[in-house]
């Protein structure tokens, strides 16, 4: 089988395509570019770092095996602070032309929708992004404004709001 490989990621993919030649591809986005994400995080600085492998199957169910690790700065809810983070998702995409064919893959398979045989790359991420978006982000307790300001109050010293 041939392998090509890509340090670059494009802006479109064409999933069945791909797995078909076994491509694997890895690259980064900045966050920054994520416009329905940024609006739910602390501020859009950091980046995401992708691989992916697009494969077959021995059923030749074509697949996408991938990984990606972000550094995020999301919003703590108990202050309301930033909150840095690190998190890795794992993918395990199947792409399929509509939805009536769901049912015929694998269980472990997440279906990606693919129309007109290509699909942007970045709308991909960013969806499996929005996804893996911790629900209750939290600090550590010794880390959480909120948390020191009780902690300040109950030994009945003063702290100033925003600071
Ligand atoms: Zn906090």
Redesign the pocket.
């Known amino acids: 089988m041939r392998a090509m490989k890509t340090h670059t990621l494009p802006k479109y993919i064409h999933p069945k395509r791909f797995c078909e030649d076994a491509v694997d591809l890895s690259g980064d986005f900045p966050i920054s570019q994520f416009e329905r994400l940024k609006g739910l995080l602390s501020d859009d600085e950091g980046r995401v770092v992708v691989h992916l492998a697009f494969r077959k199957n021995k059923q030749h169910i074509p697949y996408v095996e991938g990984n990606l690790q972000v550094q995020w700065h999301l919003i703590?809810?108990?202050?309301?602070?930033k909150?840095p983070h690190a998190t890795e998702i794992s993918l395990l995409l199947s792409p399929i032309d509509d939805e009536k064919y769901i049912e015929r893959l694998p269980e472990d398979y997440e279906p990606l929708i693919v129309e007109d045989d290509k699909i942007l790359l970045s709308a991909v991420i960013e969806e499996e992004l929005l996804l893996a978006m911790p629900l209750v982000p939290?600090?550590e307790t010794e880390?959480?404004?909120?948390?020191l300001r009780q902690f300040n109050d109950g030994s009945s010293t003063t702290i100033k709001k925003g600071v």
């Open positions: 703590c809810q108990r202050c309301s602070g909150l939290k600090h880390e959480c404004m909120q948390v």
